[in-house]
């Protein structure tokens, strides 16, 4: 062995050699800190997000091959990377030399909006398309199954993609023999493209070609040393770990001999997470490199033989191989892995883990080893002592010490055994989503006949997700053998596993009652896919499925993905150079791409710098008895621990009407509230000593966690706001029906990509400080930062480049971290930055009000509501935050599109235990909208007409009037009704859902559409005003300053937009630095949908006030250039800078009277959308979905387009998969994204359309357009009803016709459990109270 490892590895072809690496380390940290390559980003650090995606490349000493594949840098220890070579987005190709064509087209085909996902994104299709330069579309969205990305709604990304496949416009489906590009939208010719509609938004002939030949070689000296290097251990020691890396098979052995309780790391998935997040620490670890006879692939007779070290992507590629080979019967064990192969995970990790890692590790949701368990698999099993085989059974997956590797032993490789004639496996799972997704259950079956007489002779069944373990339902399967396959065997067997496979109520994990149904669900999925096959063997004996019954064995998810989008043409009269209502592409676009846009923990490290992490409350109501710091303390590193104390006097802020307190170390009023704040040298250092803290609590009551109890308590913040018009009690009583429902609606994480951070550097000198933060609303930072240290506003300055994704949670929260950090850099006198890892993002930060709404309708028989009384309840969390104006912009905007004659509308903010929720995208409407439109869903069903009927005829009418009595013009409303229903050929969809319905059992289709009115503005003049500072310096450059935080909407992008029309010179004359307080003083929060809109008015008044000084010169000299322009301005005195202004909108609402004018304009849609859903798991597809917009004259259609489709995708994920866990204590389950899952590239609709209304003239706004950033959330309520609809469509056909109660989110878990059948009838109900749920419903 050789004690004195230095670590050789290459990154972006050049050498990086470390002599003293410390094994802890992870390459993410790596790159960032000590390369200085920020373009890989951090987002969750757990190989959920893909944003720190990057290429690594390795030799194969025998075949010679190179083989590269995607792996997620956060999970990768650097001693793994001996002899590879990384590459990261700075490799590929960077603005300084030439951009890579992948870099290009997601930039250009406008696949980037915050940008912080985009590196990743673009590592994970350039690894594609170095193994196959001409992708097909299946394989590209495959490649992006592991990135997440919260702003675009991927269709750019896919458009992007498309255009290296071979066939790139078309949307490759060909599903019924027929291309997209043969047959347009419903072979209707709405999208022909004429002289004003453009279906385009980037032209591909100007794309780069894709050249292999010019991409990074694999370092030759990589090559050699494969090929040469003397085969000896390598050994890495640092303070805490020591690394060990066998060469040779008896190194390997010997190593485990000397530490046998040492784990073997193969990807480090398993190992990796367990030590980060579950405080398991390994003293030494053993990582085998290249060992030759643990990447076996052996065929015999008997099956196939496949090495330990083998990745799970080679092993998808070894069997997608041997099932083109073999026989299908003999094959089917290989079908079945396949099939879990292509969901396990994305690309990234499962390239990165390996075969043996995943078996040994034995995950009770494991996706393969209930298969292998199941098919009679063997282990082959290595020590000094020699080999052993053992099954891979029940009794290994549980861990039994007779059944399992002893510590000494390796597991070299695994056999998987052919099929035999007459038997018959496969494999099932659902997941919350249905890719990159831990499954809820998940399960392996195996029947064997014998012979074609149908009796049992063998029956294996074993699931994942319901235990600790696998777990093999073996005396069930035991006791079905030699019955006939048939009915009544089906019947005795679900009574039999449910016995045997018994979930209690408190079981954890939740979901117990679905993933009991899921248990037998998939049994009788198994035995008609069984039974069909029979009858394909054997016709005459074994009688056919009813037809009705075969699309229950249908996959439901189609990857093939196609969009449509029109837009109005910019005004051919406008100046050719005039670059409005142009798709130009986001300013960072290629910035973005190439790793090059800075966020802000990617600047340099300030010298003496310190890092700041919290300690937070682990209790939801408590006194804190003491809090031990000393043992934190004395750790060496560590310079200081914040509590309340040092914050005496100014441990508050306000900011609306309640104070909210910085740190809390006396009481605390949720999980995650901060308690102190640990500055260390380092985060690793901080974090390490956060952990020694030790606080004692003493729990209080009341415990409020849900509305219910703060109800129950009436725990609210101040009084009820109330909206009331009309007489809403005399028009009860002249109805013909009367309703009362209600909904509950969950919250919603904002899971922007880049997580809470800042920087605050004390300047020195007369006690400035600068604040470098990630967030909405630098002057509130400002402001509390000053009122912290106690100085004046103008020794504090606030800068802001870009933020990764904000939608309204980096204000309240950020604001008092921000403050924290101050104190800490101001007390030391040296920089600090906190950066929040992505768990205690979601523990601290809260996100969107939970809501229940109750209501009572009355309406007439015709489908017409006259009297509408509502309740809005939402959950605030335990400080007040914004909870108040919440509710009250939920009033305002809970009509949508309707006039309710008479409505009264009642809204609480209530006040409980949980971290505070604040602002999310939408900001109340997305859930008060939809307490309004389950109230029409269940008026329709009452009134036995359909749901877009009853919307139709209670929808606003041209000029009217809405609650509060401001005067709402709705023509529009009613154009994008009208093109939504034709574009999307409602009624001949409906009928075609109707068939299918009629012709299907276990699989509904739905359809739905809902109308949008979503008010615009703020309800005050003074939130309304913006400010801008526009400079022209003397060599004609102009430089764009403006209060609005580029959070990915794009608004830098459109503020140049304006200047270059208002000061008529091209887009590249102009640039845009950020945002700051030092620049531009006072500006307001960039949120509700008008940043651009505000600043855009105040950039115009700028550039206007220049262009009026400088026209004198201009008229002098036309034909001059901007250089002499401003040279002549200069020389005859003339201020070359000019500050812009715009005072608000005019807006009012008076709460007493219940009557204002709080919003300036509407912004008007319709969305249709139609679903397929699996009655049998709660899966569903989102097959089609079409978007009609009235967005105004559009300042940039890219930008706007992708605005609605990135809200739509995240309104889908709130109404569909989003869901947050709590626990009874209320502590928040889901922290990641292996546990919370936003929507994947797999839940995007199969088709969308988008079509913007032409362009309508709205008079006070930046040259007519409309702010677009919000209301495209609400239209994903079109999926939930879609669902609903298909639900509905199940239940009838099983006789249920009463009220159907569905709320949000529409998980698989309710889904499933709405489509009651006999298996939901058959699984065991536990009495409610008589257990401990592990979650409970906030
Ligand atoms: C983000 C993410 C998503 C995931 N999604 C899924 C999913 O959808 N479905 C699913 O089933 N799984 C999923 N997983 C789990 C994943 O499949 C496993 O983590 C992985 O297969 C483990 O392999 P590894 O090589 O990384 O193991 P490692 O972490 O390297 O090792 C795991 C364990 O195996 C032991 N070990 C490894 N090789 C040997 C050997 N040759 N001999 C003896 N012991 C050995 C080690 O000692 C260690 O205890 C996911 C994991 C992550 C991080
Ligand atoms: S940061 Fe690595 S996958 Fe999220
Ligand atoms: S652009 Fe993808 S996360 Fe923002």
């Known amino acids: 062995m050789d004690g004195t490892a230095e670590l050789l590895f290459y990154v972006n072809g050049r050498k990086v050699i470390e002599k003293n690496v410390d094994p802890e380390t992870m390459l993410l940290p790596y790159l960032r800190k000590k390369l200085r390559l920020t373009g890989t980003k951090y987002g969750c650090g757990a190989g959920g997000c893909g944003a720190c995606t990057v290429m690594i490349s390795r030799c194969n000493p025998i075949t010679k091959r190179i083989r590269h594949y995607p792996a997620n840098a956060c999970l990768i220890p650097i001693c793994s990377l001996y002899g590879a070579a990384v590459t990261t987005v700075e490799g590929i190709g960077s603005t300084k030399t030439r951009i890579h064509p992948v870099q290009e087209r997601i930039a250009k085909c406008h696949g980037t909006q915050c940008g912080f996902c985009t590196p990743g994104m673009v590592m994970s299709i350039y690894t594609l398309l170095r193994n196959h330069p001409e992708p097909t579309l299946s394989q590209l969205t495959d490649a992006l199954g592991g990135n997440l990305c919260r702003c675009t709604g991927y269709r750019p990304i896919i458009d992007a993609c498309k255009t290296f496949c071979k066939t790139s416009g078309c949307c490759?489906?060909?599903?019924?023999?027929?291309?997209?590009?043969?047959?347009?939208?419903?072979?209707?010719?709405?999208?022909?493209?004429?002289?004003?509609?453009?279906?385009?938004?980037?032209?591909?002939?100007?794309?780069?070609?894709?050249?292999?030949?010019?991409?990074?070689?694999?370092?030759?000296?990589?090559?050699?040393?494969?090929?040469?290097?003397?085969?000896?251990?390598?050994?890495?020691?640092?303070?805490?770990?020591?690394?060990?890396s066998p060469v040779t098979l008896k190194e390997l052995l010997e190593a485990k001999v000397k530490y046998p309780q040492a784990p073997v790391v193969m990807g480090n998935t398993s190992v990796g997470p367990d030590m980060k997040f579950k405080g398991i620490f390994h003293p030494v670890i053993i990582s085998p490199d290249r060992i030759e006879e643990l990447s076996v692939v052996n065929y015999t007779d008997n099956g196939l033989t496949l090495g330990a070290a083998l990745s799970l992507a080679q092993v998808k590629d070894i069997l997608a191989n041997v099932i083109l080979k073999l026989p299908e019967e003999k094959a089917q064990m290989y079908h079945a892995l396949l099939k879990h192969l292509g969901t396990l995970a994305g690309s990234q990790i499962r390239n990165m883990a390996s075969l043996g890692g995943h078996i040994v590790s034995r995950h009770p949701d494991s996706d393969l080893n209930p298969l292998l368990a199941v098919g009679n698999c063997t282990l082959n099993l290595l020590s000094k002592e020699g080999k052993r085989q053992i099954p891979l059974n029940e009794q290994f997956l549980r861990k039994c010490p007779s059944a399992d590797l002893k510590p000494e032993e390796i597991l070299i490789s695994v056999n998987i055994p052919y099929l035999r004639k007459w038997e018959f496996v496969s494999a099932f799972r659902q997941a919350q989503r249905q890719q990159n997704a831990l499954a809820i259950v998940n399960s392996g079956m195996r029947v064997f006949f014998g012979g074609g007489d149908g009796i049992i002779k063998e029956l294996s069944i074993a699931y994942g997700g319901v235990g600790p373990t696998t777990?093999?339902?073996?005396?069930?399967?035991?006791?079905?053998?030699?019955?006939?396959?048939?009915?009544?065997?089906?019947?005795?067997?679900?009574?039999?596993?449910?016995?045997?496979?018994?979930?209690?109520?408190?079981?954890?994990?939740?979901?117990?009652?679905?993933?009991?149904t899921l248990i037998i669900s998939f049994f009788f999925k198994f035995y008609l896919e069984v039974s069909q096959i029979l009858k394909r063997m054997d016709p005459l004996h074994y009688p056919s499925l009813t037809d009705k019954y075969e699309s229950a064995l249908e996959e439901l998810h189609s990857r093939h993905h196609w969009r449509t989008l029109k837009y109005q043409n910019a005004d051919p009269k406008q100046l050719p150079q005039d670059p409005v209502g142009h798709p130009i592409m986001h300013l960072s676009g290629i910035k973005h791409a190439t790793g090059e846009a800075i966020y802000c923990d990617d600047m340099p490290a300030v010298d003496r710098e310190l890092f700041l992490t919290f300690v937070t409350s682990s209790r939801a109501h408590a006194k804190i008895v003491s809090v031990d710091l000393s043992e934190a303390l004395s750790l060496p590193g560590v310079v200081d621990i914040l509590t309340e104390e040092h914050l005496h006097g100014i441990n508050s802020f306000r900011l609306l009407t309640e104070p909210e307190k910085l740190l809390s170390t006396d009481e605390v009023f949720c999980v995650g509230e901060l308690v102190c704040a640990v500055i260390a040298d380092s985060e690793v250092l901080a974090k390490r000593a956060a952990q020694r803290v030790k606080i004692v609590y003493r729990d209080l009551e009341p415990l409020i966690l849900t509305i219910e109890e703060a109800i129950q308590h009436k725990s609210f913040f101040e009084k009820e706001r109330k909206l009331e018009y009309g007489n809403i009690d005399e028009a009860f009583k002249m109805v013909d029906q009367i309703l009362e429902g209600e909904i509950h609606m969950g919250g919603q994480e904002h899971f922007y990509m880049e997580t809470q951070s800042m920087l605050v550097v004390p300047k020195g000198e007369d006690q400035e400080i600068d604040v470098y933060v990630s967030t909405q609303f630098p002057k509130y930072i400002q402001d509390i930062v000053a009122s912290t240290l106690k100085l004046p506003a103008n020794k504090v300055m606030c800068h802001v480049k870009r933020v990764g994704g904000a939608f309204g949670g980096k204000v309240m929260k950020t604001g008092i971290m921000a403050a924290i950090t101050a104190f800490a850099a101001n007390k030391h006198g040296r920089a600090v930055r906190c950066i929040l890892e992505r768990g205690e993002d979601m523990l601290i930060t809260g996100g969107r009000h939970p809501y229940l709404g109750k209501y009572k309708a009355g309406f007439m028989n015709d489908g017409r509501i006259l009297a509408l009384d509502v309740e809005h309840y939402s959950n605030g969390g335990a400080a007040l935050d914004e909870s108040l104006l919440m509710?009250?912009?939920?009033?305002?905007?809970?009509?949508?599109?309707?006039?309710?004659?008479?409505?009264?509308?009642?809204?609480?903010?209530?006040?409980?235990?949980?971290?505070?929720?604040?602002?999310?995208?939408?900001?109340?409407?997305?859930?008060?909208?939809?307490?309004?439109?389950?109230?029409?869903?269940?008026?329709?069903?009452?009134?036995?007409?359909?749901?877009?009927?009853?919307?139709?005829?209670?929808?606003?009418?041209?000029?009217?009037?809405?609650?509060?009595?401001?005067?709402?013009?709705?023509?529009?409303?009613?154009?994008?009704?009208?093109?939504?229903?034709?574009?999307?050929?409602?009624?001949?969809?409906?009928?075609?859902?109707?068939?299918?319905?009629?012709?299907?059992?276990?699989?509904?289709?739905?359809?739905?559409?809902?109308?949008?009115?979503?008010?615009?503005?703020?309800?005050?003049?003074?939130?309304?005003?913006?400010?801008?500072?526009?400079?022209?310096?003397?060599?004609?450059?102009?430089?764009?300053?403006?209060?609005?935080?580029?959070?990915?909407q794009g608004v830098h992008t459109k503020m140049i937009q304006v200047a270059s029309r208002e000061l008529r010179m091209p887009l590249s004359n102009i640039h845009l630095r950020g945002t700051s307080t030092e620049t531009v003083p006072n500006a307001n929060i960039s949120g509700g949908s008008v940043v651009a809109d505000l600043n855009g008015l105040a950039v115009k008044d700028a550039c206007q006030t220049l262009l009026k000084r400088l026209e004198p010169i201009i008229s002098k000299n036309p034909g001059g250039t901007w250089k002499d322009?401003?040279?002549?301005?200069?020389?005859?005195?003339?201020?070359?800078?000019?500050?812009?202004?715009?005072?608000?909108?005019?807006?009012?609402?008076?709460?007493?009277?219940?009557?204002?004018?709080?919003?300036?304009?509407?912004?008007?849609?319709?969305?249709?959308?139609?679903?397929?859903?699996?009655?049998l798991t709660g899966a569903h597809k989102n097959i089609r979905t079409d978007i009609v917009m009235d967005v105004g004259c559009s300042i940039n259609p890219a930008l706007d387009i992708g605005q609605i489709e990135g809200a739509f995708i995240q309104g889908m994920g709130l109404y569909t998969i989003e869901e947050l866990n709590y626990s009874p204590q209320g502590v928040l389950y889901t922290r990641g994204p292996n546990q919370y899952k936003i929507p994947a590239i797999c839940d995007i609709p199969t088709e969308l359309h988008v079509s913007l209304l032409p362009p309508s003239q709205n008079s006070n706004t930046l040259y007519s357009s409309k702010g677009l950033g919000e209301s495209g959330i609400f239209l994903g309520c079109s999926v939930f009803f879609a669902i609903q609809d298909a639900v509905s469509a199940a239940r009838q056909e099983r006789g249920l016709f009463g009220p159907l109660k569905l709320n949000s989110p529409l998980t698989p878990e309710k889904i499933r459990m709405a489509c009651e059948d006999k298996f939901t009838k058959m699984i065991p109900r536990d009495e409610p109270g008589s257990y401990v749920p592990w979650n409970i419903p906030i």
């Open 172 to 244: 490759q489906s060909k599903e019924d023999g027929v291309c997209c590009l043969d047959q347009g939208i419903n072979g209707l010719p709405e999208f022909e493209e004429g002289n004003e509609t453009n279906l385009k938004l980037f032209s591909e002939e100007e794309f780069l070609p894709l050249d292999p030949t010019q991409e990074l070689i694999f370092p030759p000296e990589l090559m050699t040393m494969a090929e040469k290097q003397p085969q000896r251990t390598r050994i890495f020691s640092g303070d805490r770990m020591t690394w060990i």
């Open 471 to 516: 777990i093999c339902a073996k005396n069930s399967c035991q006791k079905l053998i030699r019955r006939r396959w048939n009915e009544e065997m089906l019947d005795a067997a679900c009574r039999l596993i449910l016995d045997e496979v018994s979930l209690p109520g408190s079981a954890p994990g939740g979901r117990v009652e679905f993933r009991r």
């Open 887 to 1048: 509710i009250e912009m939920g009033l305002l905007k809970m009509e949508n599109a309707y006039k309710f004659p008479n409505l009264r509308c009642r809204a609480w903010a209530c006040r409980t235990n949980l971290p505070s929720n604040t602002a999310l995208r939408g900001f109340g409407f997305p859930q008060t909208g939809l307490i309004t439109e389950s109230c029409i869903t269940e008026v329709a069903a009452k009134c036995g007409l359909s749901p877009e009927k009853v919307r139709t005829i209670n929808m606003y009418k041209q000029i009217d009037q809405t609650p509060y009595k401001q005067e709402i013009n709705a023509k529009n409303l009613i154009q994008c009704w009208k093109e939504c229903m034709a574009m999307s050929s409602y009624a001949l969809r409906k009928a075609a859902v109707e068939k299918f319905n009629s012709e299907n059992c276990w699989k509904k289709k739905g359809l739905a559409v809902v109308p949008l009115k979503f008010p615009v503005g703020l309800g005050s003049v003074a939130a309304g005003q913006a400010a801008a500072l526009v400079h022209i310096y003397l060599d004609g450059s102009v430089l764009v300053t403006h209060g609005g935080i580029e959070m990915g």
């Open 1125 to 1175: 322009w401003a040279q002549a301005a200069f020389d005859e005195s003339i201020s070359l800078s000019a500050t812009g202004y715009f005072r608000g909108y005019e807006s009012n609402m008076n709460w007493e009277t219940g009557e204002g004018h709080p919003f300036e304009y509407f912004v008007y849609g319709a969305a249709c959308s139609e679903v397929e859903i699996d009655c």
